[in-house]
């Protein structure tokens, strides 16, 4: 089930609480929770509903700026029937607590048993060990970039990162990747000595809904934690080039989480 960035930032902050959908059969049932950008997603109901019975609170529920701009974009596949999703946050990805746990030696050897595995039952053969230590050295490298040094087709090399994040061993950010202090543990136990890898930066990093163009732009400028972006008004962000009005939304949302707000 796809949510829109600015849905999802609304139901963690609790002033959405639905969704409304046109599917042959429902995708999703109660309990299910998805893993998003802002963390959990929890379903609470799933019913199916006549367009006609919806009322303005339905819209208001479901973020939406009236019943008829609600009932407008269920106005496609007309055909299917119309389900109303119950929704609420649940709580933060519990990989990113595994992702800052530093392992022991015993967990090490499990996780390099399960990498094995992954190598094992892989087509293309070996891989779980080269990538990590791709991404330990090209970090916040392009996906594109870092699977055309690899020789591999960018949807696969990001479909078996994707097995790395589920062990909390890499980051994902809006582009490229980043080692976690677990992941970055393992490669070490493989190494003759630990590598040498710059400072992790301080404070809270730049979310991955502002986009990859506004992401950029950022970091050309040496912007890359919500600490330094308060130090610009909203005015001055929104001149940078690729820094678009609703990236300006979206990090005023997540200083607003951490305390923080655009200088005045």
């Known amino acids: 089930m796809m949510i829109r960035p600015a849905e999802l930032a609304a139901i963690k902050a609790g002033t959405v609480d639905l969704a409304f959908r046109r599917w042959a059969r429902p995708r999703v049932v109660v309990g299910t929770r998805m893993r998003t950008a802002v963390g959990l997603i929890e379903v609470t109901s799933v019913e199916q509903v006549s367009v006609t019975s919806l009322r303005a609170e339905d819209a208001r529920r479901a973020g939406v700026s009236s019943l008829a701009a609600l009932k407008q974009a269920l106005a496609a596949r007309s055909s299917d029937p119309a389900w109303r999703i119950g929704l609420t946050y649940a709580g933060p990805d519990p990989r990113e607590a595994l992702r800052a746990t530093?392992?022991?030696?015993?967990?090490i050897a499990a996780i390099n048993a399960r990498l094995d595995r992954l190598d094992a039952a892989s087509s293309y053969g070996a891989w779980t060990r080269a990538t990590l230590d791709?991404?330990?050295?090209?970090?916040?490298?392009r996906a594109p970039d870092l699977a055309a040094q690899v020789g591999r087709?960018?949807?696969?090399?990001?479909?078996?990162?994707?097995?790395?994040?589920?062990?909390?061993l890499t980051e994902s950010l809006a582009i490229g990747y980043l080692l976690s202090p677990r992941g970055e543990a393992v490669v070490d136990a493989g190494l003759p000595a630990p590598r040498v890898r710059s400072p992790r930066e301080q404070g809270s990093p730049l979310p991955r809904t502002i986009g990859a163009p506004a992401t950029r732009a950022l970091r050309e400028l040496g912007v890359t934690t919500l600490e330094q972006v308060a130090d610009y008004s909203a005015a001055d962000l929104g001149a940078i080039h690729g820094v678009g009005p609703i990236a300006v939304t979206r990090l005023r949302e997540a200083m607003a989480e951490q305390g923080l707000a655009y200088r005045q």
Do not use: H, Q, S
Request: glycine share 4%; hydrophobic share 35%.
């Open 153 to 168: 087709e960018t949807a696969d090399f990001k479909k078996d990162v994707r097995k790395l994040k589920e062990l909390g």
């Open 134 to 141: 791709l991404i330990d050295r090209f970090p916040t490298v």
């Open 102 to 107: 530093v392992p022991d030696a015993e967990e």
